[in-house]
């Protein structure tokens, strides 16, 4: 249920830049200058309160989600580098809240850093973890990971405008958690409080009904005395 809160996080990054006095760009802009708390001529962030509650809180849920997760980690050396990766991510996200940009570029920096690049780590590991144990969340995390991976390499290249490339970097961690919880989720109620409800799916008894509508053709019926010549003239 922690993680499947994640994507709470950016709806807040929307709300927030919907506030703005002067036009944000996803594209343009970079996360950070949300939650920017002075305004200058170029940018003004009046709810950089939200959007740095939303960092420190996105790292609260990810610590949470993590040690949740925990038991179903296979075990092995990549479990303790997979939690002790996870807790870099959560301190380094509530952090980028507590130490906004305008803090100073090497104090907030110094914040954002560790999360670019243990949220990789993170996931390459949870794809290699559970590839023999749970091959879809292996293929999901692998997938998160390239793309993130492809986001950095592209943004440290310029090729991307920097909002774009930032995003493209750090949103399939997020992604990959809010999926990763609402699959959980489902498979927790599918054991407990819909254990017993059938499902079916919708139009069947329609179907059921329309069938039953239909004209049965019955073959026609033979005679035993029939039956007993056919099988004197095949002898």
Do not use: Q
């Amino acid at each position: 249920m922690a993680w499947v809160l994640s994507i709470l996080y950016l709806l807040v990054e929307i709300f927030t830049a919907g506030a703005w006095k002067t036009p944000y760009s996803f594209a343009r802009d970079s996360i950070s200058s949300l939650g920017v708390t002075t305004c200058s001529a170029d940018s003004c962030s009046p709810l950089h309160d939200v959007m740095n509650a939303a960092f420190m809180i996105l790292g609260a849920l990810t610590i949470l989600g993590a040690a949740l997760l925990h038991k179903y980690i296979p075990d092995g050396r990549a479990k303790k580098w997979i939690m002790g990766l996870a807790v870099v991510v959560a301190l380094s996200t509530a952090a980028t809240g507590l130490f906004p940009a305008n803090d100073g570029t090497f104090v907030h920096w110094t914040a954002v850093l560790p999360g670019f690049v243990a949220r990789h780590a993170v996931l390459v590991l949870l794809a290699v973890s559970f590839w023999n144990h749970k091959r879809w969340i292996a293929v999901w995390s692998g997938l998160c990971a390239a793309t993130g991976i492809v986001g950095a390499v592209l943004l440290l290249a310029r090729t991307l405008t920097f909002g774009l490339g930032e995003r493209l970097t750090l949103y399939p961690l997020p992604m990959w958690m809010a999926v990763t919880g609402v699959a959980a989720l489902l498979a927790l109620m599918r054991r407990t409080v819909l254990k017993d409800v059938e499902f079916r799916l919708p139009g069947n008894e329609l179907i059921s009904a329309a069938r039953s509508l239909l004209p049965h053709r019955s073959l026609p019926t033979v005679s035993t005395d029939v039956l007993a010549t056919r099988v004197k003239t095949s002898v």
